[in-house]
């Protein structure tokens, strides 16, 4: 059974940073896709950036690239989130997410398997 375990988050001043950490068990990192999302409240989950099984790296529509950076740890099987010059506005709820479909829809939600518990990002101004 595949498991991923988040770590990270909490309470940061605007222009600082986090780095969020998707810890996988029950199966090597390396065979997934690893996805990021966020859903602030009254919002609809949002596609932050992702990682392919093949190597490729996609970010979402937003001002995500230049800001965010996801990089993998295969010895430890995780993957990371790193977020800089964070706004009020990236507060919110972050998942990680795990799937092995198709490259096209990377940026999908639809298609993720094994979801992380999420972790709470509050950028104050």
């Known amino acids: 059974q595949v498991r991923l375990v988040q770590s990270g988050g909490g309470l940061v001043q605007a222009g600082g940073s986090l780095r969020l950490s998707c810890a996988v068990s029950?199966?090597?990192?390396?065979?997934?896709?690893i996805k990021w999302f966020r859903q602030a409240p009254g919002k609809e989950r949002e596609f932050v950036g992702a990682?392919?099984?093949?190597?490729?790296?996609?970010y979402g529509y937003g001002d995500f690239q230049g800001r965010f950076d996801i990089s993998r740890d295969t010895a430890k099987n995780t993957e990371y989130l790193q977020m800089d010059i964070l706004k009020p506005e990236d507060s919110a709820i972050y998942y990680c997410?795990?799937?092995?479909?198709?490259?096209?829809?990377?940026?999908?939600?639809?298609?993720?398997?094994?979801w992380g518990q999420g972790t709470q990002v509050i950028v104050s101004a």
């Open positions: 997410g795990a799937d092995a479909g198709p490259i096209p829809k990377i940026r999908d939600s639809g298609t993720v398997e094994y």
């Open positions: 029950g199966g090597y990192i390396g065979n997934y896709h």
């Open positions: 990682h392919s099984s093949i190597g490729g790296y996609y």
